[in-house]
């Protein structure tokens, strides 16, 4: 089964029996696999994409009967809450990508436990690729950006009895002087020939896209209601 972008009709991802999911950036000559978080040998019997965001997309696991959702275009793969799997089609809502809907039955899901770490304001198109960059870029060196969200499960399973999640957010720049400094940095970052290979190389965007992004980056520095702010999660635990 295939979806194609709708926004960048050269790109393609492809569900198979026993292989996971492939995606191709440039019309399907050449394909790349795209199966992080996803069980070994999996065949693929439903996938849909997000029309309001293309990075966006749904899955049926065969092997396991569970849906997974990734937001970063194929890059990584997580399950979500175990529902009826008596559906035959995923159909997800034209406007807001993180509902799902099961027609057959009757059943919806919504990938609720996604909290938007990363504020950028004011809201611009160009800029909301960055956050997705930094997560692909910190999965690429074998970290994983959304294991703080996930504390409080991870200590269960390491032999905590009670857990207890807090979120704070002690990085704020909202100042001309910390704003110049966050876009600087970003830009620093993103713009490294290192880095620029690996994005582009990578099918994560394209070359104008990153070009766009950085002087997105640098026009957003300079405007007086500049604001950024990075929410980091937290869990405490108890052994008795």
């Known amino acids: 089964m295939l979806e194609v972008d709708p926004s960048s009709p050269s790109t393609i991802y492809a569900g198979t029996i026993g292989a996971g999911v492939y995606k191709s950036v440039d019309g399907g000559r050449t394909w790349s696999r795209r199966s992080n978080g996803l069980p070994r040998d999996s065949s693929i019997t439903g996938l849909e994409l997000a029309p309001s965001d293309p990075t966006t997309l749904y899955l049926r696991h065969n092997n396991t009967s569970r849906l997974f959702v990734s937001t970063d275009g194929g890059?990584?793969?997580?399950?979500?809450?175990?529902?009826?799997?008596?559906?035959?089609?995923?159909?997800?809502?034209?406007?807001?990508?993180?509902?799902?809907?099961?027609?057959?039955?009757?059943?919806?899901?919504?990938?609720?436990?996604?909290?938007?770490?990363?504020?950028?304001?004011?809201?611009?198109?160009?800029?909301?690729?960055?956050?997705?960059?930094?997560?692909?870029?910190?999965?690429?060196?074998?970290?994983n950006a959304r294991y703080s969200r996930h504390l409080r499960t991870l200590m269960l399973e390491a032999g905590f009895a009670r857990t207890q999640g807090v979120a704070h957010a002690p990085e704020v720049y909202g100042d001309a002087a910390s704003t110049r400094w966050f876009a600087d940095f970003a830009v620093g970052l993103f713009a490294a020939p290192r880095m620029t290979e690996v994005i582009v190389g990578e099918g994560w965007a394209s070359q104008a896209e990153l070009d766009a992004m950085i002087a997105g980056l640098r026009d957003w520095a300079e405007l007086p209601d500049a604001f950024a702010s990075w929410l980091y999660c937290g869990a405490l635990g108890w052994t008795s």
């Open 75 to 143: 890059g990584s793969w997580r399950a979500l809450p175990v529902v009826d799997t008596s559906f035959s089609e995923l159909v997800v809502h034209p406007t807001q990508a993180r509902t799902l809907y099961l027609p057959s039955s009757s059943a919806r899901t919504e990938d609720a436990p996604h909290l938007g770490t990363v504020v950028l304001s004011p809201d611009r198109p160009e800029l909301r690729l960055a956050p997705r960059l930094f997560e692909l870029a910190v999965a690429h060196e074998g970290g």
